[in-house]
Every structure is written in structure tokens, then in C-alpha cells.
Nanobody, 115 residues
Framework: QVQLVESGGGLVQPGGALRLSCAASGSIYSIGTMAWYRQAPGKQRELVARISRGGTTDYADFVKGRFTISRDKAKNTVILQMNSLKPEDTAVYYC?????????WGQGTQVTVSS
């Protein structure tokens, strides 16, 4: 079992920055790829960025050059640094961790980009 807890969401003006953090606990030694997804009202959940156990990263086109995902294995934490935020980035952001064939989710953290 893996537990994921997100933090760092909030309200920010367009062009601003936020740093999301996802703390993992439980059977963390078995976690493979970790990722951030988001879901806006009335839309499907979509992949934002992911990072493999070895540190390989992958980003959705709509965040390339603005968001950075990183992984601190010592702290069992995955960070999503979000810069140059746009109103269309407004969504609930979810942390995801994959263990073998199982997928674990955090409870989500709200990000609102508005003036």
C-alpha cells in the first residue's frame, strides 16, 4: 500500500508560480513512475508530467517550458514547479504513483489562476 498526500495549491495571479509537493508513505520502495495529473471542472483528468524511478521526465505539450517535475528519493517526495501560470491551468492537481500493476492517487490540491 502507498499513501500520497499533495500540498502547495492555492490562488495565484496569471504569470505567477506555485510549487506542488507530493509526499509518499507506505511501501515507497516499490513505487515506480510518479506523475501529476489535473482535472478541470467538466473535463477529463489529464496527464501533466511524470518522472520515472530513474529520473526520466515527460511533459504534456501544454506545460512544456513552464512546469518542472522532480523527485527527491531521500524525502520520498515529488515536486511540480509551475511557472508562468495561465488561467487555463486552473484545476485540481492529483499526484499518482505506480506500483507494479496498481495505481495510487492522492486526494488532490486545488490550483486557481485568476486576477
Amino acid at each position: 500500500q502507498v499513501q500520497l498526500v499533495e500540498s502547495g495549491g492555492g490562488l495565484v495571479q496569471p504569470g505567477g508560480a506555485l510549487r506542488l509537493s507530493c509526499a509518499a508513505s507506505g511501501s515507497i520502495y516499490s513505487i515506480g513512475t510518479m506523475a501529476w495529473y489535473r482535472q478541470a471542472p467538466g473535463k477529463q483528468r489529464e496527464l501533466v508530467a511524470r518522472i520515472s524511478r530513474g529520473g526520466t521526465t515527460d511533459y504534456a505539450d501544454f506545460v512544456k517550458g513552464r512546469f518542472t517535475i522532480s523527485r527527491d528519493k531521500a524525502k520520498n517526495t515529488v515536486i511540480l514547479q509551475m511557472n508562468s501560470l495561465k488561467p487555463e491551468d486552473t484545476a485540481v492537481y492529483y499526484c499518482n504513483g505506480v506500483v507494479a500493476l496498481s495505481s495510487y492517487w492522492g486526494q488532490g490540491t486545488q490550483v486557481t489562476v485568476s486576477s
